[in-house]
Each structure stands twice: as structure tokens, then as C-alpha cells.
């Protein structure tokens, strides 16, 4: 198998779903992580296949309220309870403010379904941050986002995003993808829009011009099989709009959620499996991103020789995941570009865009 799916990778020729199964059965993970550092040499090209990107960024979390539910978050708020929250204009601009003083040159902003933080208060909150804050980049919004704006304006996904994007929107992140998988979907989080919602969503911002991400969450159920799925299906939309910059494998947190203790949660094998089997399946995506709130910063560091090569940036301010339990907040630039050096690897500082700022000795 190992000989077979090398060879694919030097001839670029495509992974097969059944392939990317009987990777994840297979326990040799220096074996599939030594496949997915080929596949990343050969994806980054000559004279990049040693580089990590990094950048300096900043999440910003608007409100917590949110009338969906999942229950493998910690971070919504019912409208009335206790700990809900929803900044002001002044009060987001002011949190950004303090990231843009520590570097950030660009913003982050998700928060949940709240139907008094919809398309009016997001619009009057991007044209006040360009105002402000003219040259930074703007990326906002999970397609969940954008299905429930839309549905309360009675307006297209497209017209809501043209909406948006004349506010100050520049691209968008990849969230609220979770795992394609209707039985999983429909058990963890059945107020979310279906996977067929998510890809339509991302490809018509790929037609406006936006850039944007995608993820995967794991560790909620789902199977092995439900993951390649997820991936295939990420793949094929990307054939057609090809818009999607960069993978994100994210893994569950679970401390003050409904799921803990109903399932497993993932292994660092897991983990490093799902960086490199996502690298390896995921031809004709430009990067996988070791996402390092989610990771710990020593796996992520880690990972950096099984696929990855971006670990994200400062993420100054991040509170989803740090409301199920992750420790850290924020990354000082030093220390992120030393985890990139002590791997073996040359630290690129980027845009949101993948645009090079800086390459460091």
C-alpha cells in the first residue's frame, strides 16, 4: 500500500477514497507521516518545500449568543443566560484596537446565531473597523453564519455576501464545517446547515472573489470512513471554485460540553493522522494548517514533519476553544517563529492571503 500511494504522490496522481481509508487503519504512522512530508515537498514546490507560514492575527468573537445548538460547544449563550454577552461597536473596535497595537493585520470574527448580531450589526461593525483600521484585513463569517443572515433578511447567500464584502469583508474562515456526515451531523449539531449548505456557501464566495478556508472537526462521533468523506467532498468543490487556501483538522475540546464522556477523544496519533492523510488526499489544496490552539503548541510543532506547513499565527484573543478547555492564549511572534526553526523549518510570515511579508534566516 505504502509503495503505491508514494507512487501516486510523485506522479500526482489522485488518492482514492479507499486509499485514504486504509491509511487511517494502518498503525505505521511514521510510515504515513513520512507520505505526508513528501506530499507537502512536492505541493510547496522548489525552494518553499522548507517553509512554514505564520502570521499575526487576531480573533474577535462579537457575541456568544446563539440560538443553535451543538453539543460539543462550551461557548453559546441562550439570549437571557447568564455569561451572554454582545459587544457594542465601540467595544469590538476597542478589542481590535488592542490587537492591532500588538501587530494583528488581521482580524478573525465568528460568533453564534444571534438574531440581534445579524447582517444589520455585522455591516455597521465591518464599515466601522475599515474606518478605523483601513489596512487590515477583514476575515469573518462560517457559511452558518452566512445561511442564518440570509434567512433572516430573506435575501440569497450571493446578495448577503455582496452585502458584506461592500461593508469590508475580505475573505472567509473555514468553521461550521464539522463532519459532512448527515448521521453525525443530525446527532451533534442539528440546527447547522448540511454539507451540501457549507460547499454551496464557500463556492459562491470563491465566485464573488473571497478566499476562504475549510476545516474538519473530529472526535464527535464520527467514523474514519466519515472523515475521508469529508474530505472527498471538500476536494471535489474545490475542483470546480477552487477558492479554498488552506485545511484546518481541528479535534474536539470538551470540557463544560454535552459530549464529554460520550465518546473517545482523539489521540496524538489521531491527530498527526489527520494532518497527514489530509495532505496526502487534499491534492489541489495549496496548504494544512497545524492549528495550534487546538493542537497544544508541542503537537503542532510535530506535525510540522507530517504535512503541515502553516501553524496559524499569534491568535491574540480566541475564546470558542478556550471556553472547552484550551490553555493558551495567544503566541508571541518569537516564540512561534523559534517552534518553526526548531523543527527544522523556515519561519514565512504571510497575509491572510498567503501573500509573503517576510522570510526569516
Known sequence: ?????????????RITFEEGVALYKSNDLLKIGELGRLAREIKSGKGKSNWVYWNKNLHLNPTNV?????????????????????????????????????GAMEVHIVGGLNPKAALPYYTELLIALKKEFPGLHIKAFTAVEIEFFSKLTKLSHEETLKKLISAGLNSMPGG???????SVRDETCPDKIPAESWLEIHGIAHK?????????????G?????????????RKQQDKSKGFQTFIPLSCHYEDTEIAGTVEPLTAFDQLKNIAISRILLDNFDHIKAYWIQLGVGLAQVSLN????????????????????????GLEKDFLQNLIKDAGYTPVERDTVYNVLKVSA
Do not use: W
Not at 439570549?79 to 481590535?96: F, Q, R
Not at 461550521?176 to 448527515?182: L, M, V, Y
Not at 464573488?208 to 464527535?220: D, R
Not at 480566541?318 to 484550551?326: K, L, P, R, V, Y
Open 1 to 13: 500500500m505504502f509503495s503505491k500511494i508514494k507512487e501516486k504522490i510523485l506522479t500526482k496522481e
Open 66 to 102: 446563539c440560538i443553535g445548538h451543538c453539543n460539543f460547544c462550551a461557548f453559546a449563550r441562550l439570549p437571557n443566560e447568564e455569561g451572554a454577552y454582545t459587544y457594542t461597536t465601540e467595544e469590538a473596535i476597542e478589542k481590535t484596537r488592542h490587537g492591532v497595537k500588538n
Open 176 to 182: 461550521g464545517a464539522e463532519i459532512f456526515s448527515k
Open 208 to 220: 464573488l472573489g473571497l478566499k476562504s478556508n475549510a476545516t474538519m472537526l473530529c472526535g464527535i
Open 222 to 234: 464520527e467514523t474514519i470512513e466519515d472523515r475521508i468523506d469529508h474530505m472527498v467532498q471538500l
Open 306 to 329: 507530517f504535512g503541515a506547513d502553516d501553524l496559524d499565527g499569534t491568535v491574540q484573543e480566541e475564546s470558542i476553544t478556550h471556553a472547552a478547555g484550551a490553555e493558551r492564549r
